[in-house]
Nanobody, 124 residues
Framework: QVQLVESGGGLVQAGGSLRLSCAAS????????MGWFRQAPGKERDFVAA????????YYKDSVKGRFTISRDNAKNTVYLQMNSLKPEDTAVYYC?????????????????WGQGTQVTVSS
């Protein structure tokens, strides 16, 4: 069982930056692929970015490429999402997720474990 806890969300003006963190429990964190998803009110949960266990493979949603960066520190059991040049359409609850098969995927059903989410609000 893996427990995930996100932090770092908040209110920011358009053009600003936030860094989300997701702390994971367990001793096998480095073997898991990790993903970030987001869900806006009334919309489905949407893929944002993913990273393989040893950071060799990164994958981004097209609309965040060049603005968001996913990274991880396996010594700290933590994955990050650095978000720059934020836009109002980035407003959502952001979730991190873990895949023990280390498969870097964009489909939420591929992930076995989820955090509780952190709210990101970007004002115009």
């Amino acid at each position: 069982q893996v427990q995930l806890v996100e932090s770092g969300g908040g209110l920011v003006q358009a053009g600003g930056s936030l860094r989300l963190s997701c702390a994971a429990s367990g001793r096998t964190f480095s073997t898991y692929a990790m993903g970030w998803f987001r869900q806006a009110p009334g919309k489905e949960r949407d893929f944002v970015a993913a990273i393989s266990g040893r950071s060799r493979t990164l994958y981004y949603k097209d609309s965040v490429k060049g603005r968001f960066t996913i990274s991880r520190d396996n010594a700290k059991n933590t994955v990050y999402l650095q978000m720059n040049s934020l836009k109002p359409e980035d407003t959502a609850v952001y979730y991190c997720a873990a895949d023990p098969r280390n498969f870097v995927a964009s489909i939420y059903s591929d992930y076995d474990y989820w955090g509780q989410g952190t709210q990101v609000t970007v004002s115009s």
